[in-house]
């Protein structure tokens, strides 16, 4: 028994750099952590932001715009977009609407900087004035009229 106390007593010199170590590591882990919270909490805010969608036209020298859906960063996805539009009343008997832009390359990308940079709070749709004439005027009128009124918008 006296050789296995007088052998942890040996051990007493390595104890202290191990101490020593530990607290180290420890001030370091706690470091990251809160580097770590700190990021994860900026990437909620940023995925809960509202990110407007415009169809935009400008063709013959004027420039058409309507603000057609406010969507969270977290729940922007093609699809998405594609069914706020899908609900815009159309002209005539056309039973879905029509858009070239938003199956090019450039549209994905957009919608790519949009659901990735914090700082990009806007979603742009390039139409031309035919695309743009098969939605309702009038509810495209109302519906970006209702939206850009943001004291009409819950909470």
Known sequence: MEGIVEFLGSLGWIADPIGIF???????????????????????????????????????????QYEVCNI???DLTRSEVNGYLGTIPREGDSPAYRIAYMITPAYFKELEKVQTDADVKRLTIRCTEAELDQFDQRA????????????????
Do not use: N, W
């Open 72 to 74: 969270r960063r977290a």
């Open 140 to 155: 495209l009128e109302e519906l970006s009229a209702a939206l850009s009124d943001r004291t009409s918008l819950p909470d």
């Open 22 to 64: 530990g607290a180290i590591f420890a001030t370091i882990a706690a470091t990251y952590s809160f580097k770590t919270r700190k990021a994860l909490k900026k990437q909620e805010e940023s995925q809960k932001a509202i990110i407007e969608v415009f169809l935009e036209s400008a063709e013959s020298g004027r420039t058409r």
